[in-house]
């Protein structure tokens, strides 16, 4: 079992920047993969980022060059950096843990306004 926790979520000008953390207890030392997913207004949840057990990243195209996932292992810990943020950005964030298999944080909210 591993619990998940988001924040750092908010409102925030089209430009401008946030960032995500997310919290794992449990089990974590069986975590393969944490990533961070979105799912906009009416949309479906997609795939943000991703980041390895080995600290292999990997991004949306639609963010690439804009955000950043890292991890502080030391503090279980899973950031999302945001820059640039458009207001397509918009949605609710959820962290993502993969062991054999699949926990979710209950997602942050993330308004980007024109």
Do not use: H
């Not at 979710?104 to 308004?111: C, D, H």
């Amino acid at each position: 079992q591993v619990q998940l926790v988001e924040s750092g979520g908010g409102l925030v000008q089209a430009g401008g920047s946030l960032r995500l953390s997310c919290a794992a207890s449990g089990n974590v030392a069986s975590i393969n993969y944490m990533a961070w997913y979105r799912q906009p207004p009416g949309k479906q949840r997609e795939l943000v980022a991703i980041i390895t057990s080995g600290g292999t990243t990997n991004y949306a195209d639609s963010v690439k060059g804009r955000f950043t996932i890292s991890r502080d292992s030391a503090k279980n810990t899973v950031y999302l950096q945001m820059n640039t943020l458009k207001p397509e950005d918009t949605g609710v964030y959820y962290c993502n843990a993969r062991l054999n298999q699949w926990y979710w944080g209950q997602g942050t909210q993330v308004t980007v306004s024109t």
